[in-house]
């Protein structure tokens, strides 16, 4: 159980105010950290896919995903750490963790503490920050929630919306 309660951050949670599809990100990241995300999905036994546009693949080495040709397919990796939350992992390099989860499979606080779990443990094996913020932050300048490396948990990074 996460330490935040849904009735105070739901507002973080509303499609209409923070899109459908937040942008969660891990910073200073490298092939090795990649690699060590591709580890944990497995060691985890999350449910997993992996694909270069509409071909589904076994999983690469994190380097040769990040490798690939400008001209390539786009590859994605697509976890669920339960049947019905989809995290969406993004390729865009080798030196930010970048994915997406649907705000409609987060509603509740039994699935506020699914998404903090998934969070933490990524956090955790990375030992780097794991913050969410709003859809299309692309400046990354307004997170609202996120792994705390020091404080070993999710924290709230602003003041709770009101939705």
Known sequence: MSELV???VKGFFDPDLMGTLPDVWVTDTSFEDWQML???VEAHGWRSEY??????????RAEQVL???????SPTLRVWPVPDVLAIFWFLSDDAIEFDV??????????LDILCE????????LRKPVVMS???DWDRNSPVLGFDVEADRVVLL??????
């Open 67 to 73: 490798s690939l040709p400008v001209d390539a397919e």
């Open 38 to 40: 591709f580890d944990l």
């Open 118 to 125: 998934f969070i933490t443990t990524i956090g955790r094996r």
């Open 51 to 60: 694909r270069e546009g509409d071909v589904v693949m076994p999983l690469p």
């Open 6 to 8: 849904w009735d105070e």
């Open 158 to 163: 602003a003041q709770p919306w009101v939705g």
């Open 134 to 136: 709003p859809e299309g």
């Open 102 to 111: 649907d705000l409609r499979e987060l509603q509740g606080q039994e699935r």
